[in-house]
């Protein structure tokens, strides 16, 4: 039996008048009680309680002891209120990491969004493609693309991320838009070159068919933005997150093109350093994230380039 165990045990025992009550209202057996205050005793060196037929009582230096012992319990049960009310209230330091494009057109107006309802939380946001150790950089909340690979960490799908093939007017003015993959290769390829394969992009018709075409073209980016800005520049034809595509293509800056054949779509998880406990924090904009990737969510991105 533990300090606090024992403080809450002894507290029993001089309210109740009795070892067995006091054993009984806290789980343990009776000899557990009746040895673990005669350990107490004889620790601290003083006879803290009377025992006799009648009862249990305390001697003087016992009531002092019991009186100590009840502002120790007051004050853990209000430490562990604290606790308790900090587990439930969405507050204090928020570190989430996102890849660059994604985190700069998406997840920050939503997690600014999400910070309007909660006045008490604090946010860093770091954007970066490389993939980093959350444990190690001490982040919090991860949004990852694609399907994950089996781990310790704890994950939740928040929706997918779908991608589309897109072209200025100018260049589908001077070049026939393709109607097949195979027409690509025929093309002007602009290649991001993270995900999607890199030089090998992958299509599937409306039947299910799958055709993997080599591309190659003027210009390649590890950057969603460069690709998009040689898109609108007329520089070839590209494929991209309809997220970073729709306002060009709202805007007839962009055009989507071959609409028949699809492109994989991105799985978007969150990811966080522990399956079992979850902060309230991290649960509830895990919740929020999951609410905002519904249907076509991506329209509803603000404007920008």
Not at 3 to 10: M, P, S, V
Request: proline content about 5%; some cysteine; charged content about 20%.
């Amino acid at each position: 039996m533990d300090r606090i165990q024992g403080i809450a045990l002894f507290i029993r025992v001089v309210e109740t008048g009795s070892f067995s009550k006091a054993a009984e209202d806290l789980g343990v057996t009776q000899p557990t009680a009746t040895k673990f205050v005669a350990s107490t005793e004889k620790r601290l060196g003083v006879l803290l309680l009377h025992r006799s037929t009648r009862g249990v009582t305390t001697t003087e230096i016992g009531r002092l002891y019991y009186e100590k012992c009840k502002v120790i319990a007051k004050e853990i049960e209000e430490a562990d209120d604290l606790a308790t009310l900090s587990q439930s209230k969405v507050r204090g330091r928020l570190t989430i990491s996102a890849s660059v494009a994604f985190g700069r057109r998406v997840l920050t107006p939503t997690i600014l969004d999400f910070m309007s309802h909660h006045p008490e939380l604090e946010v860093n946001l770091n954007m970066d493609d490389r993939y980093i150790n959350l444990i190690e950089q001490g982040v919090d909340l991860a949004i990852r693309m694609r399907r994950l690979p089996d781990s310790s960490l704890g994950s939740r799908l928040l929706g997918s991320n779908p991608w589309m093939l897109v072209a200025s007017p100018t260049y589908i003015k001077t070049h026939a838009a393709p109607n097949t993959p195979e027409d690509i290769r025929d093309h002007q390829a602009l290649v991001y070159s993270t995900v999607q394969g890199d030089h090998r992009w992958s299509f599937t018709n409306q039947s299910g068919q799958a055709k993997n075409i080599e591309v190659q073209g003027p210009f390649a980016s590890n950057n969603l933005s460069s690709i998009l800005a040689a898109a609108r520049a007329g520089m070839g034809i590209a494929v991209l997150p309809c997220y970073v595509a729709h306002q060009s293509i709202n805007d007839g800056i962009l055009a989507p093109i071959m609409e028949d054949w699809s492109i994989p779509e991105q799985e978007i998880h969150a990811v966080y350093s522990s399956p079992k406990h979850v902060p309230t924090k991290v649960s509830q904009c895990i919740d929020w994230l999951q609410a905002q990737f519904k249907g076509e969510w991506w329209k509803g991105m603000p404007a920008g380039k």
